[in-house]
């Protein structure tokens, strides 16, 4: 008797690993999903294929010149208030981005030597965007509320606002990403997060991540809480597959690139070096195209670089010259009249006069330049009705400030004259 209950608890801990642990990406269910809708994407995708082979072939051994930078948009979609994640998740997950693409990750030293030196600079960076769409001043986040409790891949709904998710922002100048409360594929549900490659419509294009596997903070959940989702997913925006090239362990299929090693099947969890397949010396686990943990991960390759920075520079090179990270000037979005800031103009101390709202939880404070740039932030965690704010260091001129909390964003415009 004891030994049945101990089997059963065995196995019911067994397949809740199972269940919790195992990285699912949904992005190759997503794109023959996509493919069988409408043929027109496989075309477009096998254009796509021929214009990287050929920019690789004539520009892949230049050395790069400079820094591409591409322009970031979240729209963070939420049921209940812990799925609104915080800006500082958000920070988190494009700090991620910025060190796995320019590989100035803090786990480098975890790469084995037989492949560091096949580990990439990629030479890309992301910023956030500060124009939406109609030119006004944007922090790059947009929070929506929804009533759906998950958001399914074949049907793209998280990238509609008619369906309870957001529209798009203009690919050709915004990255998209789509933070969930969960996705799902039909039944299947655990997916972390699905992405679209170079070829797709551009109504859906982006990736789709749930909030659990977003950044390195807040509602990010191990073993998927270092942000490598999104490095994972970006990568197949950038067109990329993943390492073992989808062939169900077969080695038959390839990732069309050239130096990472042929792999049988997707690698789960943390493997040990070296950990062999297809005849290989070992597979390239640590590589963010397998399916290993977030904290194993910590490099592309030299040719996958350069089959990103191909794409870049062919299908999606408006996005190298949108300029939308600068905002255009400063304007005042919300005319929030329940906030007052006073006096205004003011000599660099002025005082948030909360009274008339209704303030549960804590608040956090940013000021910008009109560059845009942060020159003040604070969190509050139980803020006073009439809140005083100090810039000692910053010179005249037009400032953005911006409030925001779980039940509010409040944008007010400032003049600071010394
Ligand atoms: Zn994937």
Redesign the pocket.
Known sequence: MMKKYTLVLVVFFFFSFQMHAQRN?G??SYMSHLESMDPSVSLKMAQNEVAIRNWIKSHGSEQQKSIITIPVVVHVLYRVSVQNISDAQIQSQIDILNEDYRRLNADTANTPPLFDSLAADVGIEFCFAHQDPSGNWTDGVTRTFTSKISFDLSQNDAKYTAQGGHDAWDRDKYFNIWVVPQIKDGATGGILGY?QFPGGPAATDGVVIGYRYFGSTGTAAAPFNKGRTLT??LG?WLNLY?IWGDDNGSCAGSDQVQDTPNQGSENYGCPNFPHSSCSNTSDMFMNY?DYTDDVCMNMFSEGQKQRMLAVMNTSRSSLVTSGVCEPLALREISNADQLKVYPNPSNGEFVLDFNNLEIKGSVTVKVYNAMGQLVFEREYIDIANQESIRLSEVNSGMYMIHIISDQFSIIKKIEIQR
Do not use: A, I, W
């Open positions: 990406c992005t190759m992405s994972h997913e197949h993943h195209m």
